[in-house]
């Protein structure tokens, strides 16, 4: 499977138009994107192959929590009209295929120097180029460089003292084994219950021995009601697929379903009920991001669908108190991640699955045994950490980035991430950030909000050429007042209330700021094409002569 991109060893001193970071959804659209408008394009990938979260994410039960209808590059109808999805919800090895055939069928691995990490990225001022290096000791200088490194990519393992010592396997749900893990006749624990955890349970329980399952905050969870595609369904999505498409660019999730306005209060009981009811019987996540939209903002409003999945979690379990301990009520729904699931809950019902509560008796170390909480001690042959990730700004800053003065992005950043539409920061010209901090990344459907992107960067490449500029570089007076808006519309909702990976609040040390826009998919779309629509109000776009011959390369773009 793996191919690299040449050179094939020792150091290079390439030029190039563009150095992509990363080869999955959004790497590989971008490269797609620019060595279609004719730029001579670089992208680095650590894995040895394409697909990123796809390409990671191997646990068992990893799968879409989107639609295969929105789930999907769109531009191109061929590809749209040549792929058939098994599934409403692919699971994993079906999704990471989907990448393998878009690399395949576009012939971008020719441009991908796979097992290879970018370690650091110098804006060379006098030549307006940034210089590249890799872990494979590589340079590249390039006019642009864009970052595609994924917003759940650097994987966070708790500092649990003594995981050294721990006799058994243990695996972080992102760094799975490509031959798989066998479950059969051991003890497993896993820890953590986000969409990982959820995801993973049952499939563990279905294999192993016994499995125990650490929770320190029980989640919301909604059934996903995956099922099979027909031949004819799959006829039929794939003449809808412009439509679907037209359609979700400008919805506030970028799914198909969009909030109804008004608030869920205003609506009678009975009928709230049953509309929650048919949601519910669906599957997916319309019962929060389908109905009213103050869900959101409106305490009581969540209250109502908040009780409606507790009730739903305590008809399904049968032992009172798991029954009790698996109900969410430390945080407004919606607030963490929620999760689909398949037959989560239901997986509390059998003989060889356990749930410790890690919030009331916390786990202090891991011993040669397993785990010790301060109460007792679980033998385990095998662990689990479903533990999350360093979102959003975790890949960016794990690599040294330094911009004008050679300012470490990481300093800029020190207090939380500033952006302009969380596409570009100021002191950091030609740096571009797909799903950046500020923009709406993961609160979107991720092909579209990584689509928003790809397109506008690609566009914005090609004005820049057009018009023989060199660089462009947000204002800092567009990125404080980005900035503040991103935050007042955050505030405005009950998500700043709480602790979550949304708010930075899962790594020890990191600011606590809400980096995710939250105005909307459709309305983030319209606020980015108006920017280039009128001439980048807001960046700096300048042309500035470079020394004649420095920089003499095989530049494939007339820049
Ligand atoms: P998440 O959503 O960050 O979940 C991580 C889970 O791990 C969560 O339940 C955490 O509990 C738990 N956790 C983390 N550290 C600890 C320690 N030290 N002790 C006990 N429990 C811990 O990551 P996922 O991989 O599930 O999902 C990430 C996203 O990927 C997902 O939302 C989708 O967008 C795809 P906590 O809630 O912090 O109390």
Redesign the pocket.
């Known amino acids: 499977m793996t191919k690299t991109a040449a050179p094939e060893s020792g150091t290079s001193k390439e030029d190039v138009d563009a150095v992509v970071v990363g080869a999955g959804l959004a790497g590989l659209g971008m490269v797609y994107h620019l060595v279609d408008r004719g730029f001579s394009v670089r992208a680095f990938e650590a894995a040895n192959d394409v697909g990123g979260?796809w390409y990671w994410?191997r646990y068992p039960g990893a799968r879409c929590?989107s639609p295969v209808d929105v789930y999907c590059y769109f531009f191109s109808d061929e590809l749209l009209q040549s792929w058939n999805w098994s599934s409403k919800y692919p699971r994993q090895p079906e999704l990471l295929r989907y990448f393998q055939h878009v690399a395949d069928r576009f012939d971008l691995r020719q441009h991908i120097t796979f097992e290879t990490r970018v370690v650091s990225a110098r804006f060379d001022e006098e030549r307006n180029r940034w210089v590249v290096k890799t872990d494979g000791e590589e340079q590249v200088t390039c006019k642009y460089l864009i970052t595609a490194v994924g917003?759940?990519s650097s994987i966070?393992v708790?500092d649990?003292p003594g995981l050294e010592t721990f006799r058994g396997e243990w695996y972080h749900?992102?760094r799975w084994p490509h031959e798989g893990v066998d479950f059969a006749g051991k003890r497993v624990g896993i820890?953590?219950?986000?969409?990982?955890?959820?995801?993973a349970t049952p499939l563990i329980a279905a294999e192993a021995d016994h499995l125990t399952v650490?929770?320190?905050?029980p989640?919301f969870s909604l059934p996903a009601r995956d099922h099979r595609l027909s031949q004819e369904q799959m006829t039929a999505l794939k003449q809808s697929y412009r439509t679907i498409h037209e359609t979700i660019r400008h919805t506030v999730s970028g799914q198909l379903y969009q909030l109804k306005p008004g608030s869920a209060l205003d609506v009678p009981a009975d009928e709230r009920l049953r509309l929650y009811e048919k949601d519910w019987a669906e599957g997916g996540f319309h019962l929060l991001f389908g109905e009213w939209e103050d869900l959101l903002t409106n305490e009581e409003s969540n209250t109502t669908a908040a009780d409606f999945v507790r009730s739903k979690i305590a008809e399904i379990v049968q032992d009172p108190h798991t029954r009790e301990l698996l109900q969410p009520r430390d945080h407004p729904i919606g607030t963490?991640?929620p999760?689909l699931d398949s037959d989560y809950f239901e997986t509390f019902n059998r003989d060889n699955v356990s749930l410790v509560d890690?919030?009331a008796a916390?786990?202090v170390e891991l011993t040669e045994q397993g785990v010790r909480t301060t109460e007792t001690e679980y033998e385990l042959d095998c662990l689990v950490?479903?533990?999350?990730?360093d979102?959003i700004t975790g890949a960016l800053l794990e690599m040294d980035i330094r911009g004008r003065g050679g300012l470490p992005l990481k300093e800029k950043w020190v207090d939380g991430p500033t952006t302009y539409l969380g596409l570009g920061t100021e002191g950091f010209p030609n740096l571009f950030t797909i799903t950046g901090p500020g923009s709406p990344a993961?609160l979107g459907n991720m092909p579209i909000t990584i689509e928003q992107h790809l397109e506008w960067i690609r566009d914005c490449l090609e004005h820049l050429r057009a018009e023989g500029l060199d660089t462009i570089e947000a204002t800092s007076d567009a990125e404080r007042e980005w900035t503040a808006e991103v935050e007042a519309i955050a505030a405005e909702t009950l998500m700043v209330k709480v602790?979550?990976?949304y708010m930075g609040?899962?790594i020890p040390g990191k600011p606590r700021r809400f980096v995710i826009y939250l105005g909307g998919v459709g309305q983030y779309g319209d606020v980015i094409e108006g920017v280039a629509g009128s001439g980048y109000p807001g960046f700096t776009l300048s042309s500035s002569p470079q020394p004649v011959g420095v920089l003499a390369g095989p530049s494939g773009g007339p820049s």
């Open positions: 979260t994410n929590d917003c759940l966070q708790p649990f749900s992102a820890i953590g219950t986000g969409s990982t955890g959820i995801q650490f929770q320190r905050t989640n963490k991640r999760a890690v919030r916390p786990i950490f479903a533990t999350g990730f979102a993961v602790n979550s990976w609040s899962n």
